[in-house]
């Protein structure tokens, strides 16, 4: 499933768009649809606030501001 998942400094016009990797209760974790997708995101469905969190071995987690909205396509 498609998500658009807007921040502050976004409009909604914005052509940036997440896929689904995985979804909990609490938690959806999306990935950005590109060539190379460089970090996934897990966003809290309640607050939206967002972790982000980069993929392979030496990966690490970084706060990123909370999201507007998040919807799905």
């Known amino acids: ?3 658009q998942l807007l921040f ?5 016009d914005s052509k940036i768009r997440y ?10 974790f999306l990935k950005e649809i590109t060539e190379e997708p460089r ?3 897990r966003v809290h469905k309640k607050t939206l ?3 982000g ?3 392979g071995k030496n990966g ?3 706060d990123v501001p909370n999201a507007v909205s998040l919807q799905a396509l």
């Open 1 to 3: 499933m498609q998500y």
């Open 39 to 41: 970090f996934i995101f």
């Open 60 to 62: 690490y987690c970084f």
């Open 19 to 28: 896929e689904s990797v995985r979804e909990t209760k609490m938690y959806l």
């Open 8 to 12: 502050a400094n976004q409009s909604a």
């Open 49 to 51: 606030s967002v972790k």
């Open 53 to 55: 969190i980069k993929e």
